[in-house]
């Protein structure tokens, strides 16, 4: 996707830098060949390696798909075990990635292994670290097409609060449909507060399960697609009047502890995000945002206990 264009534009030129751990370094070998068999006009270099400075060196987008996967029962081993990862590549990062790279973190726990990160990469500017909601986002905005029987296209506004985990909080209460003259509030449209407080959010909460049920994997290129949404309108901008989610370092806004690397409304204009200000929050989703808060402050805590 990156290769066609699908997230710099159709008149950007890449080189792709791909790591991946020594065991996997055949299969990348295979990856490397099937990109240049592509003929890609736009690709002008890949870079397929197991070492980490030779992937980091010049990069100026870094997308960190590498973790330990999440299996049930984990907590703070998960957490351990991606400290290692994440130290070691931020590491990298720091001392050889562009200043200004900007860095968007899809492997889970997606917001806490981005405040890892962080903390290892601490010449990179905090507001380039960010991590991958859009995928939730994206998700929300289907389920809310599929109940009114709408394009997906014509949806907009909705917003994913807090952590890519089973407690994020879609919220529609913001969200309108492009009805030809206009828009039109989600939530009048819909008339079911009911379906908008539960099977919705629940939708939206356990469809990375429910695809992991289904495919006996992982969400693939869904995730792929939503992290080509990120980082494309993170760069080039989106159009005024519209947001997206993106888990980004908190200043504070709508109450929420600083230094947590937590889900907002953001709009973007020349590669730089902005948390969307003054949203009215009602009381059901303020006891939402502030439940998956402490769930980000509790990651937190555990992954602070693991660090150096
Ligand atoms: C997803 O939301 O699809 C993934 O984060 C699920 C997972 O745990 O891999």
Redesign the pocket.
Known sequence: MIAEGAMLGPNQPVILHLLDIEPASEILKGVKMELMDGAFPLLKDVIATTDVTEACRGVDIAIMLGGF??RKGDGKDLIFKNVGIYKAQASALDQYADPNCKVLVVA?PANTNALILKEYAPSIPEENITSLTR??HNRALSQISENLKVHVGDVRNAIIWGN?SSNLYPDANHATVDIGAGHKPVKELIADDQWLKTEFITNVEQ???A??NARRL??AFS?ASAACDHMRDWILGIPKGTWVSMGVYSDGSYGIQPGLIYSFPVTCKKGEWSIVQGLKIDEFSREKMDAVERELIEEKTMAYSCLH
């Open positions: 996967p999440r889970n995928l939730d890519h469809r990375g399960q695809i992991i992982s969400s995730t």
